[in-house]
């Protein structure tokens, strides 16, 4: 069954063996088993990107742009791309590591109003690194709860600041 419903979208099939209706498939819909909308949080995943975009700007303008014309000075063409893009993953990976371990949000999650949470022996570092995995980016999608995979295998969340 393909549907919409609500903004949500279901490709597999309904279930109803478990004695409660769930969809089996891809799905990015109503997660009946465990009584919550996997699309509720779509609000939360907008912020997450527009977090993600807002600290990559950052990292580019303030590491990654100065970097460059600092390697450019001082190494050939044959070191410059390998040592480039070495020094730029580090960039990436220490910023996150130390504001998301030390402040429990980088300063995109703080403009949209997230935090990091440790569900119990979380680890910044597997988090940060496990953002460069390609399919990352979609792995909410992949996902029965539709976490991420950097949250699931680092056992952190990541939930919305209520100011009110």
């Known amino acids: ?3 919409f419903k609500e903004s949500s979208l279901q490709i597999g099939k309904l279930d109803r063996s478990r004695g409660n209706l769930a969809y089996t ?3 990015i819909s109503q997660n009946w088993e465990l009584g919550k909308n ?3 949080n779509k609000n939360l995943y907008t912020k997450r990107c527009v977090a993600f975009l807002i600290d990559s700007t950052l ?3 303030v590491f990654i742009i100065p970097m460059f014309f600092v390697l450019t000075t001082f ?3 044959a070191f410059f791309i ?3 893009s070495v020094m730029s993953i580090l960039a990436y ?3 996150w590591y130390i504001l998301e371990k030390y ?3 980088t300063i995109g999650k703080r403009f949209m109003k997230l935090k990091v949470v440790d569900n119990g022996g979380g680890n910044y570092l597997i988090r940060s690194i496990y953002k460069f995995i390609p399919l990352n980016i979609i792995s909410f999608l992949l996902t029965e709860d539709g976490r991420f995979w950097h949250d699931i295998y680092s056992h952190t969340n990541v939930v919305e600041i209520n100011v009110k």
């Open 25 to 27: 498939g891809l799905c």
């Open 93 to 95: 990976i220490l910023y």
């Open 59 to 61: 990292i580019g303008f």
């Open 38 to 40: 996997k699309m509720e």
């Open 1 to 3: 069954m393909i549907g």
């Open 75 to 77: 190494f050939s063409d």
């Open 82 to 84: 390998p040592l480039m």
């Open 103 to 105: 402040y429990q949000a």
